[in-house]
Every structure is written in C-alpha cells, then in structure tokens.
T-cell receptor, first 110, second 112 residues
C-alpha cells in the first residue's frame, strides 16, 4: 500500500483567512481525488487531478497537482464556516481500490 | 438520479442478531463498494464488486457477508458482530478506473 500523508491533521482558523492543506506520497500518482466529508455524511468528491502541474479551481478552492505527480495541495481563499469538514485526498490503486489519506479536519470559526 | 441511497441510516443490534445494510444506485455505475469508517479515521475499504461480481475482499471477517443482487443493489449482511464493529458503514459506486466515487450518507451501526 502506497501511503498518502496529509498535513496538517487539524486546522482551526477564523472566517476570512486563507489556508492550504497538503497531500504527499513517496510514489507517483496516476491521478488524485479530493473529497470533503461533513459529520454524519459520506465523502463528497470535489475534484480529480490527473496531469502533473495541473491547477483546478472550484469557487474559492484551488487544487494543484505537483509537477512530479507525488503531491497535491488544496488552497481555500477567504474561508467560511460552511467550509468546515474533513478534507480527504485519495488515490485509486489497481483501478478498483480508492485509498484515502488520514485527512485534515478543518474548523472555520465565525 | 445522481445519488447513492443507504438504508437504514441508524442501526442498533445485539451481538446475536442478524441484520442487513442496503445500498442502491441508479447511475449505471459498474462498480460498487463497502467502506467502514471509525470515528476520527478515514474510510477503509471492505469489499469491491465489479459487474456484480466480488473482486476485492480486504480480509474482512466472515461475520460480514456482502451480496450484489443486481447492478443497482448492494447488501451487507451482518451476523454475530462485536462491539468493536460499531462504525459508519459507507456504500459507494463509480464507473471504475480514475472516475470519482459517489458515496451514500452511510449507516451508523452500533453493536451492543
């Protein structure tokens, strides 16, 4: 199993601040997915990145895939309380097995 | 329909009970999955069904028995569970490959 390391594990900031969370591995990814999970719900897919150096934007969220395809980041601009949740990066292994990182638990305080 | 529907949402069962978790999707996805998620941990894969056939069993104890009656339905039969099996059980579906997964809201299982 090729591990995905996420950092930080916990992050608590004030509304309006910017933040970045990271997902790293010693192995090359063919693709990487980011999910957000709210308490009592299943993870919801935010984005899939495939190409090294790729940048994707989803409103105030910016996702970047490293040039070497070993790392990815999620940047949130002007965080809002609705951004609170567990952010998970994940990779597909062997075409059938989605494996998650340990997650970043984000809290945005009003 | 772009949802995965799981029932029941909550389940409390004794260690001698037999119960089943149900999952349904109508997106035409060819792969369906069961995941287990303990508190403050990421989801962990249990089973993968591809084209209605079991393709991956992640060394799950036999007290968990999956079943895929057709391409839209996935069941997880539970028997003689232990309190440590209490968790959120998530069903998901996908088109396979690098496609994103669609997860249900889960069944919160408590074994007493």
């Amino acid at each position: 199993t090729q591990l995905l390391e996420q950092s930080p594990q916990f992050l608590s900031i004030q509304e309006g601040e910017n933040l970045t969370v990271y997902c790293n591995s010693s192995s090359v990814f063919s693709s990487l997915q980011w999910y957000r999970q709210e308490p009592g719900e299943g993870p919801v897919l935010l984005v899939t990145v495939v190409t090294g150096g790729e940048v994707k934007k989803l409103k105030r969220l910016t996702f970047q895939f490293g040039d070497a395809r070993k790392d990815s980041s999620l940047h949130i601009t002007a965080a809002q309380p609705g951004d609170t949740g567990l952010y998970l990066c994940a990779r597909v292994q062997g075409a059938q097995k989605l494996v998650f990182g340990q997650g970043t638990r984000l809290t945005i305080n009003p | 329909d772009t949802e995965v529907t799981q029932t029941p949402k909550h389940l409390v069962m004794g260690m001698t009970n037999k119960k089943s978790l149900k999952c349904e999707q109508h997106m035409g996805h060819r792969a369906m999955y069961w995941y287990k998620q303990k508190a403050k941990k990421p989801p962990e894969l249990m089973f993968v069904y591809s084209y209605e056939k079991l393709s991956i069993n992640e060394s799950v104890p036999s007290r968990f028995s999956p079943e895929c009656p057709n391409s839209s339905l996935l069941n997880l039969h539970l028997h003689a569970l232990q309190p440590e099996d209490s968790a959120l059980y998530l069903c998901a579906s996908s088109q396979g490959g690098w496609s994103g997964y669609t997860f249900g809201s889960g069944t919160r299982l408590t074994v007493v």
